[in-house]
């Protein structure tokens, strides 16, 4: 528990004190249950931002590293630059994120509100997500038909990139869902 939980257990027992004690139990279980539910969620979002910030690190250094001589290098296709380049925007995200939670969950202090944190979460979230498959989807084609001709190191680099990115996206459309969950679930908006 953080400290700013177990300032709010302390207030919660001292208002238990003071109204029934059948009701009283009942009511600060259920605020305990609450908390580690909430804390729960951070930690969820922390992982699955900190998978995406592995998976596009992955993705970022293996693009750019894909240079194998003559006409194999991933800077003279449009489609690699593109998954370089979004590899190298989800790789900024989601550390940013990964730093923004690693604090909150040390200090026990948020960096922003929780309306606004919420929202760019959510909508951060989205934006990368549909970046990232829209980047591997466009390099897709043009690797199937490289492979088709000449199945060789640059290709399976390629593939490799591809396959991180794709799952950075997974990594990141499911915590825009748990974004998505937080959002509604809240009375501010």
């Given at each position: 528990?953080?400290?700013?939980?177990?300032?709010?257990?302390?207030?919660?027992?001292?208002?238990?004190?003071?109204?029934?004690?059948?009701?009283?139990?009942?009511?600060?279980?259920?605020?305990?249950?609450r908390?580690?539910?909430?804390?729960?969620?951070?930690?969820?979002?922390?992982?699955?931002?900190?998978?995406?910030?592995?998976?596009?690190?992955?993705?970022?250094?293996?693009?750019?590293?894909?240079t194998?001589?003559?006409?194999?290098?991933?800077?003279?296709?449009?489609?690699?630059?593109?998954?370089?380049?979004?590899?190298?925007?989800?790789?900024?995200?989601?550390?940013?994120?990964?730093?923004?939670?690693?604090?909150?969950?040390?200090?026990?202090?948020?960096?922003?509100?929780?309306?606004?944190?919420?929202?760019?979460?959510?909508?951060?979230?989205?934006?990368?997500?549909?970046?990232?498959?829209?980047?591997?989807?466009?390099?897709?084609?043009?690797?199937?038909?490289?492979?088709?001709?000449?199945?060789?190191?640059?290709?399976?680099?390629?593939?490799?990139?591809?396959?991180?990115?794709?799952?950075?996206?997974?990594a990141?459309?499911?915590?825009?869902?748990?974004?998505?969950?937080?959002?509604s679930?809240?009375?501010?908006?």
């Open positions: 528990m953080t400290d700013e939980n177990v300032h709010k257990v302390s207030e919660a027992s001292a208002n238990t004190q003071a109204a029934g004690n059948g009701e009283s139990q009942v009511a600060a279980t259920d605020i305990v249950r908390w580690k539910r909430e804390d729960l969620v951070k930690r969820g979002s922390l992982i699955l931002h900190g998978l995406a910030l592995v998976f596009s690190v992955i993705a970022f250094i293996v693009m750019a590293s894909n194998h001589g003559d006409w194999q290098k991933f800077d003279r296709f449009e489609e690699y630059r593109y998954v370089l380049a979004i590899a190298i925007l989800s790789t900024l995200y989601t550390g940013l994120q990964v730093l923004r939670h690693i604090h909150e969950l040390s200090t026990g202090k948020e960096s922003f509100s929780r309306r606004r944190l919420a929202l760019f979460g959510f909508f951060g979230d989205q934006v990368v997500a549909y970046l990232l498959l829209s980047a591997a989807s466009s390099a897709v084609p043009l690797t199937n038909r490289m492979r088709e001709n000449n199945d060789n190191l640059f290709t399976d680099s390629s593939v490799a990139a591809i396959s991180m990115e794709f799952l950075a996206f997974f990141l459309a499911v915590s825009a869902l748990i974004s998505g969950h937080k959002l679930n809240k009375s501010y908006i």
